[in-house]
């Protein structure tokens, strides 16, 4: 029987692979040479790193990760050595669009402002970026992107260079990928000098992994009122984050962007797919059979002498207000893992449905193409 090492917070598993394995669930943290020793595969999150010190010896040969990211896995050591990886791909794009949004709304509601006059340069347009993309041109933003793998390869009509981007946009969200090295090398991408390229009064949102923005660069810059504020879920040194950069962040979340349970479903699913194919287990469609609804999802909001931005805040913060994860991270920082191992039930726009009394044609359009469900009263 096979063998199989398991992250213990990866969800909807336990019970799934258990007919065809010997699972074994542990924190990811306490994955071990030890442990992975006799192990055929190891199914992980962020947590796990999966190094030549961990992988040498052992029988693993099949790493899957229920994360869009695979910077913790040392990629050229496993194709080397014959282990098979994988990732999940867009698993959570839907709910770091949901987070995105929501920060969006949030800024532009604490600062007076309407998001129609911004310009938001987004900086990664793959399954996460383009989907942030989608939205915010729904929500009438001008939108400007920088991709330059995409750019090599599609030609550069549609995307404009990192330091342009720096120049013109008036928000930056990045949803890049962590690269130490190569022409296309993230890491400290936002440092003393590009984030001092960027607009005065600009906001910089960072949602990808921490690594990508110097820490002191960063705090440099907020505490010198050049920049109007950050968003940041993600952090250098996770969990030991910076408290100062966290007291000078605008919003500050401890790395859950991604932690829609929609997220969460898809991403063991596409791992028990890859796993089931790789040794030949009858669950390559599989999928979590009860992935819970919130008890209240019906949307009901009185349009009238509304804006259509704040009728959209109010459906978006309904389903999820980035206010009530940043209260608890600032209260208890020292819980980065906690928070996000006990994370609550949060699912995307297409399980809402929103009743709309009033409010434009524009305005049923915009949160139709959301995701959300509408009805008109």
Known sequence: MLKIIVDDKIPFLKGVLEPYADMVYVPGKQITAELAKDADALLIRTRTKCTKELLEGSKVSFIGTATIGYDHIDTGYCEKSKVKWTNAPGCNSCSVQQYIISALLKMASESGFSLTDKTLGIVGVGNVGSKVEKTALLLGMKVLVCDPPRARKEGSDKFIGFDAILHQADIITAHIPLSFEGEDKTFHLFNDKTL??????????????????????????????????????????????????????????????????????????????????????????????????????????????????????????????????????????????????????????????????????????????????????
């Open 196 to 377: 001092g390229m960027m607009k005065k009064g600009a906001w910089f949102i960072n949602s990808s992994r921490g690594e990508v923005a110097d820490t002191s660069a960063l705090k440099k810059v907020l505490n010198s009122g050049s920049l109007s504020g950050a968003l940041l879920d993600v952090w250098e040194n996770e969990p030991d984050i910076d408290h100062e950069l966290l007291e000078s962040a605008f919003l500050a979340t401890p790395h859950i962007a991604g932690y829609s349970t929609d997220g969460k479903a898809n991403g063991t699913a596409m791992v028990v797919h890859s796993l089931s194919g790789f040794f030949d287990l009858p669950l390559k469609g599989w999928y979590p059979p009860e992935v819970p609804l919130p008890e209240d999802t019906l949307i009901e909001i009185d349009g009238t002498a509304k804006t259509d931005q704040d009728i959209i805040k109010e459906a978006v913060f309904h389903t999820y207000n980035i206010s009530d994860d940043d209260g608890k991270f600032r209260l208890s920082p020292g819980d980065f893992e906690k928070q996000r191992g006990e994370y609550p039930l949060r699912r995307e726009f297409t399980s809402y449905t929103v009743n709309l009394k009033g409010g434009t044609k524009k305005v049923r359009e915009i949160l139709e193409g959301m995701g959300f469900s509408v009805l008109s009263v």
